[in-house]
């Protein structure tokens, strides 16, 4: 075992972020994968992966932003749409990330590795400014898994907004702004 009875005690645990800019958009596009090294003397082995959407609701206007969404992602489209619902767009100041997968290959999809990996992706996304993570299941897809994986995303300290016969969105802010959920 890598780790001890306590997730902070994951040790040796590296991500590495890759981004690209969605062409003709103000998104970008996150690849993080997770590697874990056994020993200090041992190459690092990918034990997973994460994808991800950032964008800078500052930098541009919230309904330019929805409709680059929508040519994007179904999910991303979704999540921007929702956000208005639960938070005051227009008082975000920094990066708002919206996740869309986080898998870890076997052996390695424990519960404590994956909520171990998840805690330092968002302490990486923090250093990058990013104040708000977004997770929601597609508007065509209402019964999704993420009805099931959501106690999983409450104990990371996600809050879910749901509207009866709509998808399912989750959100979390991680640093301290003046956005104001309701």
Not at 10 to 31: I, M, P, Q, W
Not at 115 to 124: M, N, P, S, T, V
Not at 135 to 148: E, F, G, P, Q, Y
Request: contains cysteine.
């Amino acid at each position: 075992m890598i780790y001890g009875g306590n997730r902070m005690d994951v040790a040796n645990v590296y991500v590495d972020f890759k981004l690209a800019v969605e062409e003709g958009t103000s998104f970008f596009r996150v690849l993080a994968q997770c590697f874990i090294y056994k020993d200090s003397h041992d190459d690092p082995i990918l034990i997973g992966e994460a994808s991800l959407h950032l964008f800078n609701p500052v930098k541009t206007s919230y309904l330019d932003l929805c409709g680059e969404a929508d040519c994007l992602s179904d999910k991303l489209s979704y999540s921007l749409i929702s956000l208005e619902k639960f938070c005051e767009v227009d008082k975000i100041n920094s990066i708002v990330a919206v996740f869309h997968t986080l898998n870890l290959k076997e052996p390695w999809d424990e519960k404590e590795l994956s909520i171990a990996i998840y805690e330092k992706l968002e302490d990486q996304l923090s250093l990058l400014n990013v104040e708000l993570i977004l997770i929601s299941n597609s508007r065509h897809h209402v019964i999704d898994n993420l009805t099931s994986i959501s106690p999983y995303y409450t104990e990371l300290g996600f809050t879910s907004y749901n509207i009866e016969k709509e998808p399912i969105i989750m959100y979390k802010q991680i640093s301290s702004t003046y956005v104001e959920i309701n």
